[in-house]
T-cell receptor, first 112, second 111 residues
Framework: KAGVTQTPRYLIKTRGQQVTLSCSPISGHRSVSWYQQTPGQGLQFLFEYFSETQRNKGNFPGRFSGRQFSNSRSEMNVSTLELGDSALYLC???????????FGQGTRLTVV | EDQVTQSPEALRLQEGESSSLNCSYT??????LFWYRQDPGKGPEFLFTLYSAGEEKEKERLKATLTKKESFLHITAPKPEDSATYLCAALSGGGSEKLVFGKGTKLTVNP
C-alpha cells in the first residue's frame, strides 16, 4: 500500500509570493491533516479535512488555507509569504476512527 | 487547553544502556496516545498507539506504556540506529483527528 505522498519535497519562495503544496493520502483514508514543523515550535496543527469539509482548524492566520478534493487528495495554500513561514510542512492521513495518523515526508519550504 | 510535554529534551546513551522517555499529557477525553519516530529531514514514522491506562505495546527494543497522566517509551539495550527524535502525540475528544504533539526527545546512542 502506497504511503502518504507530498509534492514538491523542496521549495524556495520569495517573501510576498504564494505557494501551493499537495498531498495524496493513503488509499481509503478520508481524513487529511496538515502540520507545520519548526525547530522552535515543534509540530503545530494547521487544519484537518474530512470528506472535502474542513473539520478543525489550528491557530494560524487566514493566509493559510486548504482544501480537499473528492478523491481525498488535499492542497494547502499560503499567501503573502513571510520569512517566518519557512518550515517543514507535513501532511498526515487517517482512516478517521482515532487510529492515528500516517505522515508523508513533508515539503521543506524556505522563504527568502 | 490540551497539552503534551516530553522529557528530557535530549538524551545521550551508550549502546546497550537502557532508559525511558517520558510524555505527560493534559487532554480532555483522551482518545489515543501515539508515539512516532522522526529522522532528520523526514516525516514522523508511526510506532505505537495506546488507548487506555495500563495498556502496553512492544516492538523490538521499544516498549510503550500508558497511565492516566503520562506515557513512557522504554528503550532496552539501544543500538546506534535507534538514534532519532521520538515524538509523543495525544488525540483528544471530539470528532476531529487533530493531534497535539510534544516537542520531542532527541535520542543519541553512541557505539
Amino acid at each position: 500500500k502506497a504511503g502518504v505522498t507530498q509534492t514538491p519535497r523542496y521549495l524556495i519562495k520569495t517573501r510576498g509570493q504564494q505557494v501551493t503544496l499537495s498531498c495524496s493520502p493513503i488509499s481509503g483514508h478520508r481524513s487529511v491533516s496538515w502540520y507545520q514543523q519548526t525547530p522552535g515550535q515543534g509540530l503545530q496543527f494547521l487544519f484537518e479535512y474530512f470528506s472535502e469539509t474542513q473539520r478543525n482548524k489550528g491557530n494560524f492566520p487566514g493566509r493559510f488555507s486548504g482544501r480537499q478534493f473528492s478523491n481525498s487528495r488535499s492542497e494547502m495554500n499560503v499567501s503573502t509569504l513571510e520569512l517566518g513561514d519557512s518550515a517543514l510542512y507535513l501532511c498526515a492521513s487517517s482512516p478517521g476512527v482515532g487510529s492515528g495518523a500516517f505522515f508523508g515526508q513533508g515539503t521543506r519550504l524556505t522563504v527568502v | 487547553e490540551d497539552q503534551v510535554t516530553q522529557s528530557p529534551e535530549a538524551l545521550r546513551l551508550q549502546e546497550g544502556e537502557s532508559s525511558s522517555l517520558n510524555c505527560s499529557y493534559t487532554v480532555s477525553g483522551l482518545r489515543g496516545l501515539f508515539w512516532y519516530r522522526q529522522d532528520p529531514g523526514k516525516g514522523p514514522e508511526f510506532l505505537f498507539t495506546l488507548y487506555s491506562a495500563g495498556e502496553e505495546k512492544e516492538k523490538e527494543r521499544l516498549k510503550a506504556t500508558l497511565t492516566k497522566k503520562e506515557s513512557f517509551l522504554h528503550i532496552t539495550a539501544p543500538k546506534p540506529e535507534d538514534s532519532a527524535t521520538y515524538l509523543c502525540a495525544a488525540l483528544s475528544g471530539g470528532g476531529s483527528e487533530k493531534l497535539v504533539f510534544g516537542k520531542g526527545t532527541k535520542l543519541t546512542v553512541n557505539p
